[in-house]
């Protein structure tokens, strides 16, 4: 009997692992192994911003491998394939579409977000203790009065403009995903029903 293999891989998720058995079982591939893998990705190296030191960091990714076999000398065979064949364009056609989705805003701070955190925050703390200053001796003079007012009046500037930079970029995200929802979502619930009837339609005829 002439047997046909296919191996897969898939984000390890039981839901996803689940849907993507489903997928190909209607289709009339059988599951013959289901692995967990880790595959090694390489190093990076991260430089503390303040004392200098260098961290080598392993990454590594996850995932289930699938593999699944299907009879070639099947009746049913042929017109399954065909189905299957028409499946995987809707499906393509799905993932362009997705692709095209709008990325959210990171919310990742860098480095450089990090030292300007540092020294916003030194400002403040600064400006603070030059007013307390300030108080306990009686005044210090202009120039250190002025200084002492700057630096906390600079640091929360700073932190006030990140703050709206960080809003309007939430507010353009929001924006250009409704945008996005509008145009394409009547066409992709339209593709996963057509990818629907396909997979019942190959069900069927495997019966």
């Known amino acids: 009997m002439a047997r046909e293999t296919k191996t897969i891989q898939c984000y390890p998720d039981d839901s996803i692992i689940n849907s993507r058995i489903k997928q190909y079982e209607s289709f009339g591939w059988e599951l013959i192994n289901n692995q967990r893998c880790q595959e090694y990705d390489g190093q990076t190296k991260e430089r503390d911003i303040f004392d200098g030191s260098t961290t080598t960091i392993s990454h590594y990714s996850t995932f289930n491998k699938l593999t699944f076999s299907r009879d070639k000398g099947a009746p049913w065979y042929s017109d399954v394939v065909a189905l299957e064949s028409k499946y995987e ?3 393509n056609e799905r993932k362009r579409i997705k692709n095209t989705e709008p990325s959210a805003p990171s919310t990742v701070v860098g480095n450089g977000g990090r030292v300007v955190n540092y020294f916003a925050g030194l400002f403040i703390v600064i400006g603070v203790i030059l007013i307390a200053a300030q108080l306990i001796m009686g005044g210090m003079g202009v120039a ?3 200084l ?3 630096c906390p009046v ?3 500037l700073v932190f006030i403009i990140r ?5 309007s970029k939430q507010k353009r995200y929001t924006a250009a995903l409704q945008a996005w929802k509008n145009a394409n979502n009547d066409k992709l619930k339209q593709l996963d029903n057509e990818c ?3 997979m019942d339609k190959a069900a069927e005829l495997i019966g």
Do not use: M, R, T
């Open 89 to 91: 364009q809707k499906e």
């Open 163 to 167: 703050g709206v930079s960080k809003s």
């Open 196 to 198: 629907k009837a396909l």
């Open 154 to 156: 600079f640091g929360i």
């Open 144 to 146: 250190p009065l002025i």
């Open 148 to 150: 002492s007012i700057a």
